[in-house]
Nanobody
């Protein structure tokens, strides 16, 4: 089993920055992919960014490219999301995730990000 605990959400004005962190515990394997998803009110959960264990492969949804940066510290078993130039449309609950090679997904409890205009 894997446990994921997010932190770092909050309220920020448009143009500001936030850094989300996700602490992991349990069995983490080499091929596991970690990521951040978000869910805005009335919308489906969407992938924001994901990264491989080696950090050599990462990808982002188009709307956050150039503004968000995902990183992973395998020694500390953490994954972070640096969010800059935030926009009101970035508002939502952000979830940390871990996806096994065979498709099983673990989720954190989520952290609220609110960007005011």
């Amino acid at each position: 089993q894997v446990q994921l605990v997010e932190s770092g959400g909050g309220l920020v004005q448009a143009g500001g920055s936030l850094r989300l962190s996700c602490a992991t515990s349990g069995s983490i394997f080499g091929p596991d992919v970690m990521g951040w998803y978000r869910q805005a009110p009335g919308k489906q959960r969407e992938l924001v960014a994901q990264i491989t264990k080696g950090g050599d492969i990462s990808n982002y949804t188009d709307s956050v490219k150039g503004r968000f940066t995902i990183s992973r510290d395998n020694a500390k078993n953490t994954v972070s999301l640096q969010m800059d130039s935030l926009k009101p449309e970035d508002t939502g609950v952000y979830y940390c995730s871990l996806r096994r090679l065979w498709g099983q997904v673990f989720w954190g409890q989520g952290t609220q990000v609110t960007v005011s205009s």
